[in-house]
């Protein structure tokens, strides 16, 4: 155990009752300050992790509870304390019941009462850290003999596997939620069900080729498998809980009341790096993938927005690929990428004009043998032939 004095960080935009707090902890602890919630943050960016959080309930910008959620999504070891005016107690209980607030303390509060408090918190955060620890030393075996027999059972969902955790950690990097391991443990755990797939089924999903219904719907039911596998595990139970959110978004299921922020995030992070698997193991380019995911109804715009600042694609203004069914297609579009069949004939190539003609090939096409959906098109790329060829 190291002898160092804990770390807290003390938020208020009145900096007269920031210095009296500061002097009243700075005999037992390191004490930073910050005037506000955005202050705040950068404090924690620049400084890393603290112990506990006191924040003042009431400021401008951000307030109390809008920072402390912050603070217990990036950093969740935290402990987080509300410091609030006795006219606030109702939102100040209303954040502990919601679970993202340890304790409040009223206006003025005493000396006494405030160390003690502070002291409940630190203890708390060495706690929350001690048990973090046993995870990295335990649980670590344990997952790794998990998915060890993912490796030996399908070398190649498990290295599908592995692109997918690659791309979660990179996503979580940019989005600011790197200290998440949860949903790092949650992408490999979504892949578990590979083991009950069969290999034909396997080799579609892999190469991003189209599924029938029946076997879609054995590709959906891969996270529930993950987390019957899982749950015996002690200290999973976020990571489940991510998994199982995870199978009802694939399923179209809407939760029947609000996941908690990890959750929410982590299922938006996980379908999105899923699917921009799939597409990219299609071969389509970066640019037309992540085009597609924002296209679709259920979109994670902010995931996304990440996604292209991990593969360094800035959005176009000019022009706006659209991922359709066949059927869909008009005449007047431009296909964007090859039009493929599930056994890598091209039927159309890249850059062709939507004509009536080529949709009557596709749909002789499309009775012999299966397309590869999405298709990739722009609108409004105009007639085959433009009326100015024949202009003097």
């Not at 034909?200 to 054995?218: F, I, N, R, S």
């Not at 999105?272 to 296209?295: K, M």
């Not at 694609?313 to 066949?326: N, S, W, Y």
């Not at 004009?353 to 105009?382: F, K, Q």
Request: aromatic fraction near 4%; proline fraction near 5%; glycine fraction near 6%.
């Amino acid at each position: 155990m190291s002898n160092e004095r804990p770390t807290v960080l003390l938020v208020d935009d009145e900096s007269d009752i920031v210095d009296a707090l500061a002097l009243q902890l700075r005999r037992d602890h390191q004490v930073l300050t910050a005037a506000g919630g955005d202050d705040a943050l950068r404090v924690l960016a620049e400084s890393g992790p603290v112990a506990a959080v006191i924040s003042d309930l009431r400021m401008p910008g951000m307030d109390g509870v809008e920072l402390l959620r912050r603070v217990q999504l990036e950093y969740p070891d935290t402990t987080r304390v509300l410091h609030t005016a006795q006219s606030d107690l109702n939102a100040a209980i209303s954040a502990i019941n919601d679970g993202g607030v340890y304790r409040y303390l009223s206006k003025p509060v005493k000396t006494d009462e405030l160390r003690s408090t502070v002291q409940d918190a630190v203890a708390l955060h060495g706690r929350t850290t001690t048990q973090r620890n046993l995870l990295e030393t335990t649980l670590k075996s344990s997952l790794q003999a998990v998915f060890g027999c993912l490796e030996l059972a399908s070398p190649a969902a498990f290295a599908r596997a592995g692109r997918i955790r690659t791309m979660v950690a990179d996503l979580c990097v940019a989005m600011k939620l790197a200290s998440l391991w949860e949903i790092e443990v949650a992408a490999m755990a979504s892949q578990l069900g590979a083991v009950t797939i069969p290999p034909t089924v396997l080799q579609k999903m892999d190469k991003g080729l189209p599924c029938t219904e029946e076997e879609q719907a054995m590709i959906d039911a891969m996270p529930g498998v993950g987390v019957e596998l899982l749950k015996g595990i002690p200290n999973l139970e976020d990571v489940l809980e991510i998994v199982r959110g995870l199978g009802a978004a694939r399923r179209g299921e809407r939760p029947a009341k609000p996941y908690p922020p990890l959750v929410e995030a982590a299922v938006d992070v996980l379908r999105t790096a899923i699917d921009y698997e799939t597409l990219e193991s299609r071969g389509l380019e970066v640019e037309n993938a992540i085009t597609v995911l924002e296209c679709r109804e259920d979109a994670a715009m902010p995931v996304l927005s990440a996604l292209r600042d991990v593969k360094g694609i800035k959005a176009k203004t000019a022009e706006k690929v659209r991922g359709l069914r066949v059927v869909d297609l008009e005449v007047g579009m431009r296909v964007a990428e090859d039009i493929v069949a599930s056994n890598g004939l091209v039927l159309i190539g890249r850059g062709m004009v939507v004509t009536s003609l080529l949709l009557d090939r596709l749909d002789n096409y499309a009775r012999m043998i299966e397309i590869v959906e999405p298709v990739l098109a722009l609108p409004g790329a105009g007639p085959l032939i433009p009326d100015y060829w024949f202009k003097d």
